[in-house]
Every structure is written in C-alpha cells, then in structure tokens.
Nanobody, 128 residues
C-alpha cells in the first residue's frame, strides 16, 4: 500500500502564495507513476488541479486544469517520492480542501476514480 501525506495548507490573502507538499510512503511505485492534486470546495465535487508523470526516474509531463494554468506549478522529487504544488496569485475561489492522489502507471487521468491512493487533504483558505 501507498500512503500519502499532504502539508502546507493554510489561510492566505487574495494574491498571496502557498506551497503544498505531498510525501508518499509505503511500497515503492512501479517505474512509471502519476501523482496529482485535486481539490474540493464546499458544496462542490472534487476536481482535478494538476498532475505530474514520472517515467524511468525522470519527470515526463505535467498537466493543469484551466483554473490552475499560469498560476500553479506542480513539481516533484522522484527520489523522495514527493510532489509539490506552488500556488501563486491565489483567489478566494481557490478555497478548498486540496488532496494529493497517486496511481501506478505513467498516464495522466483527470478523473478521480483513476487514482488508487489518496491523502487526507489539507485546507486552503483564501480571504478577499
């Protein structure tokens, strides 16, 4: 089993920045794997934010949702099995619980059912 632990959430003013981290532990991934960030705002469904694919120990690709493009950046450390989400120019509508997710296989999926492993989530609140 893979365990995911997020950190870095908090309260920030609009226009500010936050950096989320997610560390994977437990069994090691296969050679290719995907780690992603989703978020769920109050009263809304969980939605895809960004993902990163690793193949053969190297970063292969990164994908972003439209709201995240240009403001968020996903990165990671393959050796540490850690993924980061740098969020800049935050808006009140970014307020949500942010979840880290992971799957074996080097293909990005935007659907949450494609991910077998999930963290507990970390709250991000952006005040206006």
């Amino acid at each position: 089993q893979v365990q995911l632990a997020e950190s870095g959430g908090g309260l920030v003013q609009a226009g500010g920045s936050l950096r989320l981290s997610c560390a994977a532990s437990g069994r090691t991934f296969t050679d290719a794997y995907t780690m992603a960030w989703f978020r769920q705002a109050p009263g809304k469904e969980r939605e895809f934010v960004a993902s990163i694919v690793w193949r053969g120990g190297s970063r292969y690709s990164a994908v972003y949702s439209d709201p995240a493009k240009g403001r968020f950046a996903i990165s990671g450390d393959n050796a540490k099995k850690t993924v980061y989400l740098q969020m800049d120019s935050l808006k009140p509508e970014d307020t949500a619980v942010y979840y880290c997710a992971a799957r074996d296989g080097g293909i990005t999926f935007r659907q949450e059912f494609s991910y077998a492993y999930w963290g507990q989530g970390t709250q991000v609140t952006v005040s206006s």
